[in-house]
């Protein structure tokens, strides 16, 4: 599971996915806009334009996402990128 945060410091919207829920876009509030999360699960995120990609593994957390991946990330999908 991984709780995606719209805010730094794990604060604003939150939307949550779970590896069993398959590759999803982001939704509309928190693409290329992800500035924090927690992970319980191995996944991968995804930026679309230009093609990258940025492992994120059980208990990874990032408080300030949005001036790293979490400004460009566009999905996430489950497993190794």
Do not use: Q
């Not at 709780?3 to 939704?27: H, K, N």
């Not at 208990?59 to 790293?68: M, P």
Request: glycine share 20%.
């Amino acid at each position: 599971m991984f709780g995606l945060g719209f805010g730094v410091g794990f604060d604003g919207g939150y939307w949550e996915w779970t590896a069993r829920s398959g590759y999803r876009d982001m939704p509309p509030h928190l693409h290329g806009h992800v500035g924090s999360f927690v992970a319980s699960t191995h996944a991968c995120f995804i930026n679309w334009g230009p093609a990258e990609k940025r492992d994120a593994f059980n208990g990874d957390w990032r408080s300030r996402y949005l001036g790293d991946f979490g400004g460009r990330i566009d999905g996430v999908g489950p497993g190794a990128c």
